[in-house]
């Protein structure tokens, strides 16, 4: 959240630029919306609740850089994030997924997303813990001295934890078996001094074989040692499937969660080295100290006023002229299942109810076929900033094959460079490249910059074929290769519509 302070407007729009190419409106408009979200929680809390968020709709044809903005976006902010297709959703009383479920989604990206900070915060406490299991695990023979509370004194604090952990015996140890369930158990057959004797210089001996392992351990000489590690299976149990969802993999997903819960779970036994056993063992503590009830309220706090939902796609929901059956069925009913969480509504979820007063909604869609107009007006009214995306021209997909930190031609020579073929794309081909794009984008349908994918995929077919066997070779992209690969799309039209 503290990143969120240094992300102007500005600088969003910076970072953007790295990746898309031109729709500066479009860029504007988020910039400002992700920006409004930090300056709203400055306000007094009276005023900061009378504030709602201006909902963006995007208009534009495919391949312009709308989902590539939600993409971006998403890894740029520190907010949760969702990217949904609206497609996926029915009408409630249809086969499929009901509306909320992806404010449910939502608030498990926030949840993920604060559990990851907190134990980022608590992983040296979990690495200490998981130092002293493995060399519970490594030593199992070693005598533990009593303590007044019948717990051995040298034992590893667990503060009531139990960690199910198992060894196979290392030399020296008969194969002795090891169960840590809050302390050490060790089969009386395999220790020194079965009548359960200690003597000082036991005891001072064990404790000094344990330092040497400890020793032994941060300086990673035991790594390649073969332990067996029984992990329990734990997590909050999902009842999702009971607050609306009717999706068959949901339903699996919660019986299992709620056998899980009445069985206590299974636990699963893993033969692995000291290096994987510790993340095991690690990941295993974190769950265990940090506060689960304090990472939902704080997640549920975050989503409800820093969410921000894209609902790409918007516009294949849009109901076309005339009312008909058959695919276009449930659409109307599914725009009117998206008013309420767009306006405002309380959603239950298994991290509790999360109300989407203030949740930032960021609406997508080409409307090649329907218009926004045939949006139901209550949903358009939700949408009141519309931002219209341009066409590209050659020019933009010069800037495309040349600009973008992952652009085409780069990944294409990186991509060769791993077999040792170098090749080089000379300006005049750039350009031929781009007024291809544009040419056939503008007789044929216009699909946006993905028309260079298929373009470049052609042109470089052969040399793809037979990277293997060009090894040490450089090639030379020239508008003549160009022209010459190509040719098939330059010279028939009618062929171009098979190939492209």
Excluded: W
Aim: charged share 30%; glycine share 8%.
């Amino acid at each position: 959240m503290e990143g969120l302070e240094t992300l102007t407007p500005k600088a969003i729009v910076g970072e953007l630029d790295k990746y898309i190419i031109g729709q500066n409106k479009a860029k504007r408009a988020v910039a400002i919306a992700l920006r409004n979200r930090t300056r709203r929680l400055k306000l007094p809390e009276d005023v900061r609740d009378e504030i709602a968020p201006k909902n963006i709709l995007m208009i534009g044809p495919t391949g312009v850089g709308k989902t590539e903005i939600a993409r971006r976006l998403a890894k740029l902010c520190g907010a949760p994030f969702l990217k949904v297709e609206a497609t996926k959703y029915t009408e409630v009383g249809y086969v499929g997924r009901d509306v909320e479920s992806m404010i449910r989604d939502l608030m498990a990206v926030g949840y993920t997303m604060v559990k990851s900070e907190m134990q980022a915060n608590l992983k040296e406490e979990a690495e200490k813990r998981a130092e002293e299991i493995l060399l519970d695990l490594l030593l199992p023979g070693l005598k533990k001295k009593p303590a007044e509370n019948g717990q051995p004194a040298n034992a590893p604090s667990m503060n009531g934890l139990s960690f199910p952990i198992s060894f196979l015996g290392p030399t020296g140890t008969n194969g002795a078996g090891v169960t840590a369930t809050g302390q050490i158990e060790v089969s009386p057959g395999n220790q020194d001094g079965a009548t359960g004797a200690h003597s000082p210089d036991h005891d001072a001996d064990g404790a000094t074989t344990r330092e040497k392992f400890r020793a032994m351990l941060r300086e990673g000489k035991l790594e390649d040692r073969v332990v067996e590690v029984s992990v329990q299976k734990s997590g909050i149990p999902s009842f999702e499937v009971f607050a609306g969802s009717s999706n068959i993999e949901d339903l699996e997903m919660s019986v299992a969660n709620i056998t899980n819960l009445i069985t206590g779970g299974k636990s699963k036994r893993k033969s692995v080295s000291v290096k994987e056993a510790r993340k095991i063992i690690v990941a295993e503590q974190l769950d265990k100290i940090v506060d689960h009830d304090k990472i939902a309220e704080e997640a549920k706090n975050r989503v409800e006023q820093m969410g921000i939902v894209f609902i790409d796609e918007i516009d294949k929901i849009a109901s076309k002229g005339e009312r008909g059956g058959g695919q276009d069925v449930s659409r109307e009913g599914v725009q009117r299942d998206i008013l309420p969480i767009v306006e405002g509504s309380s959603v239950t979820t298994k991290f509790g109810v999360v109300d989407t007063t203030h949740i930032l909604f960021i609406a997508a869609g080409a409307f090649n076929v329907s218009k926004p107009s045939d949006l139901i007006p209550e949903l358009q009214g939700r949408f009141p900033l519309r931002v219209e995306l341009e066409s590209l021209n050659a020019d933009d997909f010069r800037r495309i094959l040349l600009e973008p930190k992952n652009a085409l031609t780069r990944q294409y020579a990186e991509l060769l460079a791993t077999e040792g073929v170098t090749i080089h794309f000379t300006p005049d081909s750039i350009d031929r490249l781009s007024f291809l794009a544009a040419e056939v984008n503008s007789r044929m349908e216009n699909i946006g910059a993905r028309r260079l994918h298929t373009i470049m995929e052609m042109l470089l077919e052969e040399i793809s074929f037979n990277a293997s066997e060009m090894g040490g070779q450089s090639v030379e992209i020239t508008s003549d290769y160009v022209d010459d690969k190509l040719k098939g799309i330059v010279q028939d039209q009618d062929l171009s519509r098979y190939i492209l």
